[in-house]
């Protein structure tokens, strides 16, 4: 997760963890943090992943047979924490579709349950190292968005080679996007801020379409969390960074 201290509200995990689960062989972008189910996401993961979760295959994704249809803009979040952004951004865009990667099984179960309660149609999941999802599973030229928001900072600098953000996975990531697609990024450690946009604006895929000082203005699409608001009200800093696929 990424923040000084890690809240369950915001995207986090699925960038970074330690893998305890048997079918997560290789593990290149997520720590598994522990974490027991409530008796509710228990119950939205037996009722509601048969579903909304899909299984890792390997092979190029069914996007017909995940989603029904295949005409509507297709969004690729990586790491969404307990899931409550992911929700929010699903139902005020009803017109897009959001595949959602997450290795925290209590945030899957969370946001299972939140489509359920909000009947959202356009979100599906995805509990695997989200590495191995791009790489076999998203092909080249094939989503129109990415959404990363407060990736785990690795904030000491001994541990800053562990950050999610590094030059190869900006190359690979950038490689699924269509022409004109966008990429959004969002973080509340600002020395993150300065490598995002470092590593983002030396990848010749990539145009920085941000308006001040290279960060970007919040879309109105990312809702602001518990979280970031207390951080804000305390004077802490967001930045958001806004790409698009040349």
Do not use: C
């Amino acid at each position: 997760m990424p923040m000084s201290s890690p809240d369950p509200s915001t995207p986090t995990s699925a960038a970074n963890e330690v893998n305890t689960t048997p079918y997560l062989r290789r593990i290149k972008s997520f720590v598994l943090r522990a974490g027991r189910l409530t008796e509710g996401q228990a119950k939205a993961i037996e009722t509601l992943g048969p579903k909304y979760l899909l299984p890792f295959t390997g092979k190029a994704i069914d996007w017909q047979l995940a989603f029904g249809h295949t005409d509507r803009p297709k969004i690729l979040e990586i790491g969404f924490g307990m899931g409550e952004t992911s929700a929010k951004i699903a139902s005020i865009r009803p017109q897009d579709d959001f595949l959602a990667l997450e290795v925290h099984e209590p945030g899957v179960g969370a946001l299972l349950k939140l489509i359920g309660e909000n009947q959202l149609s356009n979100l599906r999941l995805m509990r695997h190292d989200a590495v191995e999802v791009i790489e076999q599973m998203i092909p080249d030229q094939f989503l129109d968005g990415i959404h990363i928001y407060f990736p785990d900072p690795w904030h000491k600098k001994r541990h800053h080679k562990r950050r999610l953000i590094q030059a190869p996975f900006a190359k690979l990531l950038a490689s699924k996007l269509k022409r004109g697609g966008y990429w959004h990024l969002a973080t509340d450690w600002e020395d993150y801020a300065i490598q995002m946009l470092e590593v983002l604006n030396q990848e010749s895929q990539l145009q920085n379409i941000g308006t001040e000082n290279g960060y970007a203005l919040k879309p109105d699409y990312r809702p602001t969390t518990k979280f970031e608001n207390r951080g804000l009200r305390l004077g802490h800093g967001v930045w958001d960074l806004m790409y698009q696929k040349l």
